[in-house]
């Protein structure tokens, strides 16, 4: 697609339930990331993806968090047993190149585009 | 570990006037250091990315300068609109593969 794409863009779940979150990056790029951004404070980096795997997961904030990416394109990210704490906007974003610093990407190549986000809200 | 650091939170300035957004960080050891807009309800924009090798880049009316030994980096806006009223963000990478965001300077341009 033209953009990054993320779904639902809206989520309202009740403490201990599990919920998915679905990221769609721009076609072609290699790297995905997931962020998050609780009400008032910056943005928190929690995972990145080169292809379909995970060098760092240490940035996810509980083992309740899971994600995974398949065919080096969707990913999705799992919350698990909901806690009101886990609510924010997740936001997705993608880069043509990922952390590879002897590829010749330059500043083009790893500029991170982002979806709109997925607002959560936990009951 | 990596902090970074938006001054001000909040600026207002008259519509025309040239401004600048600045952004520090603790760790010089960065691959690079990037700038977003977000407006409100939407999700982030990349405006300019630099590499830690550069010292500036340039978009438009958009100008981003990087001084990696002193950990500071500014973000220089010519002939503000109305249009330019948002939360801009600078991000650097650091050298552990982490990617740290400041808290952001929401801006806004008075017509």
Known sequence: GAGVSQSPSNKVTEKGKDVELRCDPISGHTALYWYRQSLGQGLEFLIYFQGNSAPDKSGLPSDRFSAERTGGSVSTLTIQRTQQEDSAVYLCASSFYGFSPGLAGGPRGETQYFGPGTRLLVL | ?111
């Open chain 2, 1 to 111: 570990k990596q902090e970074v650091t938006q001054i001000p939170a909040a600026l207002s300035v008259p519509e025309g006037e040239n401004l600048v957004l600045n952004c520090s960080f603790t760790d010089s050891a960065i691959y690079n250091l990037q700038w977003f807009r977000q407006d409100p309800g939407k999700g982030l924009t990349s405006l300019l990315l630099i590499q830690s090798s550069q010292r500036e880049q340039t978009s438009g009316r958009l100008n981003a300068s990087l001084d990696k030994s002193s950990g500071r980096s500014t973000l220089y806006i010519a002939a503000s609109q109305p249009g330019d009223s948002a939360t801009y963000l600078c991000a650097v990478r650091s050298r552990d593969d982490k990617i740290i965001f400041g808290k952001g300077t929401r801006l806004h341009i008075l017509p």
